[in-house]
């Protein structure tokens, strides 16, 4: 079945997880998949990381790509597990999806996303499929490389990788309104499952969050431009 248009299952910007893990949950797993949430995917998406109001180390220079991001890749032999990323995807009809099978099958799904600008995606190695359609290329991550952390992000830019891409620290983000669809996430991993999310919200005018050392990722999409306060 055709890709292009598809809804991730669980990805609506604008659901809030009720009784997520403590912000000072630790980050076990962290770009390893090792995670245990294996649901359909939380909302996000915005642009490249380093884009218009930061400059993180990954999106710094251009990789070679690991794959293209129009294609079904077996698990194993076409794509090997890891953590992949990809970025600049301007006209909202990028999406992935981790299944289980080949069925193609509501029940196959593992995780997926629709992707506007930047996404990293853990797969694993007991995934059997990776499908990516109308997506840039994806390049591997490697997890020890190092870059210069931002203090600032595009409030629709998608998502940033902790320590490399964005600092720790809190950030402010105004000129939220009712009609914005602001959405931030915390995650621990890029597995894009529920239990990968420890904190999220919808925000209304201003908004105020403290990513931690321990989080993998921020994802942010519909909000304001993100500025650290301290």
Excluded: Q
């Excluded at 939380?42 to 990789?63: D, E, I, R, W």
């Amino acid at each position: 079945m055709g890709m292009k248009g598809k809804i991730a299952l669980s990805a609506v910007a604008g659901i809030v997880v009720i009784g997520v893990v403590s912000a000072n949950a630790g980050n076990n797993g962290k770009d390893g998949g090792s995670g245990s949430g294996d649901a359909a995917s939380s909302a996000s998406a915005g642009h490249t990381p380093g884009g218009k109001k930061s400059a993180g180390g990954a999106g710094a220079a251009k990789k070679k790509a690991a794959f293209d991001g129009d294609g079904d890749y077996r698990v194993g032999s076409d794509v090997k597990p890891g953590t992949y990323r990809t970025s600049g995807n301007t006209d909202g009809m990028c999406y992935w999806e981790r299944a289980k099978d080949a069925k193609g099958e509501v029940d196959s799904l593992l995780a997926n996303d629709n992707v506007t600008g930047t996404s990293y995606v853990t797969v694993k190695a007991t995934d059997r499929l990776f499908k990516s359609s109308g997506c840039k290329d994806w390049e591997t991550v490697d997890p020890k490389t190092k870059g210069t952390p931002a203090s600032s992000m595009d409030g629709d830019g998608g998502m940033f990788k902790v320590g490399t891409d964005v600092a720790p620290g809190t950030y402010r983000s105004t000129g939220n309104g009712a009609d914005a669809n602001c959405y931030w996430e915390r995650t621990r991993d890029a597995v894009h499952g529920v239990d990968s999310i420890v904190a999220n919200d919808n925000a209304t005018g201003a908004a105020v969050v403290t990513i931690s050392p321990s989080d993998a990722y921020f994802k942010t999409t519909g909000c304001g431009d993100w500025k650290k306060t301290s």
